[in-house]
């Protein structure tokens, strides 16, 4: 082949080489590393059960703590009930008038030598407290207005077989709910629709299984809470139509827990 043919085909080949090396116009060069489309993760059907669950489990937790937060209100109630007594009791001597007790003598003075102040020097009376003898004196149930519904007294009594009942006297009808925790030794009783008109607070020495109680009124109702002496359990409830001396009543008996 003559040098003219070579070369000739030489520049042809170079010539081809630039053209398929340079990129075309308008086009676009693609990176050299890509980066990778991103899917959407599609929802997690476990995950969401599982959601659901624990939000189911905490409503369910929340509803079993209701009668312990219930309870607690009760027992704050009745030492805010304390307290307050014992202020009451606190004020009612701190301004009492010391008297003075004279020494005994030989001879009674003649009534002449006497001072009118020495003939009337009394003992101060002191004011009933919480300790009487309540639950044996006869029911006198205040006189209150037949359109309100109320606990007009409370009557704590003995009977046959280690019962002790607990008697409320009421203005009308009423509904009767209790609640009771041998853990704490207390016993809550609930009248819907009733207030508290009867004495609020007392102490029981002789009672074997109520030591004390506190009543109070909301707007969800009256509610008397009791301090129990040992465990023990419901044996029965009932409402009473008024029959004699009596009016509407609510009682419940409280029997020892073997």
Not at 170 to 178: C, I, P, Q, R, S
Request: glycine fraction near 4%.
């Amino acid at each position: 082949m003559p040098k003219s043919s070579l070369i000739l085909t030489a520049v042809s080949m170079i010539a081809l080489t630039a053209c398929q090396a340079a990129p075309q116009s308008g086009e676009q060069s693609m990176p050299k590393n890509p980066v990778p489309l991103v899917e959407q993760a599609p929802v997690d059907g476990d995950r969401l059960s599982q959601l659901e669950s624990r939000v189911e489990s905490l409503e369910t937790q929340v509803t079993q703590a209701q009668p312990t937060l219930k309870k607690v209100e009760a027992m704050e109630t009745h030492f805010k009930a304390l307290s307050l007594e014992l202020d009451r009791i606190s004020e009612t001597y701190k301004d009492q008038p010391v008297v003075a007790v004279a020494a005994p003598v030989a001879a009674p003075a003649s009534k002449a030598e006497i001072k009118p102040e020495a003939q009337k020097t009394e003992m101060p009376k002191a004011k009933p407290t919480a300790t009487a003898k309540k639950e044996t004196a006869k029911p006198q149930p205040k006189k209150t207005e037949s359109s309100v519904a109320a606990v007009t007294s409370v009557r704590i009594g003995e009977q046959k077989g280690e019962i002790t009942r607990i008697v409320l006297d009421t203005t009308k009808a009423a509904e009767l709910h209790y609640d009771l925790d041998n853990g704490e030794g207390l016993l809550v009783v609930d009248l819907p629709g009733n207030k508290w008109d009867a004495v609020k607070q007392m102490t029981l020495k002789n009672s074997p299984m109520v030591k004390s109680f506190t009543g109070t009124s909301d707007e969800n109702g009256a509610h008397l809470i009791l301090q129990l002496k040992q465990t023990a359990k419901v044996a029965t409830t009932a409402r009473l139509n008024p029959s004699g001396a009596y009016g509407h009543r609510v009682y419940l008996d409280l029997v020892p827990s073997k």
